[in-house]
T-cell receptor
Framework: DAKTTQPPSMDCAEGRAANLPCNHS???????VYWYRQIHSQGPQYIIH???NNETNEMASLIITEDRKSSTLILPHATLRDTAVYYC???????????????FGSGTQLTVLP | NAGVTQTPKFRILKIGQSMTLQCTQD?????MYWYRQDPGMGLKLIYY???????DKGEVPNGYNVSRSTTEDFPLRLELAAPSQTSVYFC????????????FGPGTRLTVL
């Protein structure tokens, strides 16, 4: 799986858009970009994924640069409940053995401020 | 859909005791996983299963056993609890086909004293 780099922490005002960056300069052509988050003491929650094109769902938007070396997760109207650690993970969709596990790095601690 | 459910939410064990952590999913996912998360650390894969009757070891399988008799259930067994097994345990499931996103349960917080 390609290595990812994320800022350790970010703040965002409630109601504003939260833009979380992720660098993945060694990404391969068959690797997807996944975003998960983990609210304190809860199980990780899948947010969104993408391969090449920008993606949007009910939770967030994912913007992937044309060269696929970086991406941005956008929470359009952040609420206090969005305070969590956000993980950017790059991996092939299917893999064998222990490579099936998701490798969560340090992530970005997003704090939404009232 | 309830998604992935885990029981119990909390448990305290004495050294040498045994217990089974239950995991059930109602999304008809083929793949299921058990992870553990130690305080301040990332998740580590214990065991996984690609379908009923098929299981395989992950990164940290020692001290644990699993079985997968049905698509829905994937219990994790601790035979002789040790303090090193104090952790939060998460079960997850996925379809197994691309893009293979994983859906997690709420976790079981286990303390071994």
């Amino acid at each position: 799986d390609a290595k990812t780099t994320q800022p350790p922490s970010m703040d965002c005002a409630e109601g504003r858009a939260a833009n979380l960056p992720c660098n993945h300069s060694t990404i391969s052509g068959n690797e997807y970009v996944y975003w998960y988050r983990q609210i304190h003491s809860q199980g990780p929650q899948y947010i969104i994924h993408g391969l090449k094109n920008n993606e949007t769902n009910e939770m967030a938007s994912l913007i992937i640069t044309e060269d696929r070396k970086s991406s941005t997760l956008i929470l359009p109207h952040a609420t206090l409940r969005d305070t969590a650690v956000y993980y950017c993970i790059v991996r092939v969709a299917r893999s064998s053995g222990s490579a099936r596990q998701l490798t969560f790095g340090s992530g970005t601690q997003l704090t939404v401020l009232p | 859909n309830a998604g992935v459910t885990q029981t119990p939410k909390f448990r305290i064990l004495k050294i040498g005791q045994s217990m089974t952590l239950q995991c059930t999913q109602d999304m008809n996912h083929n793949y299921m996983y058990w992870y553990r998360q130690d305080p301040g650390m990332g998740l580590k894969l214990i065991y996984y299963s690609v379908g009923a009757g098929i299981t395989d070891k992950g990164e940290v399988p020692n001290g644990y056993n699993v079985s997968r008799s049905t698509t829905e259930d994937f219990p994790l067994r601790l035979e002789l609890a040790a303090p090193s097994q104090t952790s939060v345990y998460f079960c997850a499931s996925s379809f197994g086909t691309a893009p293979n996103e994983q859906f997690f349960g709420p976790g079981t917080r286990l303390t071994v004293l």
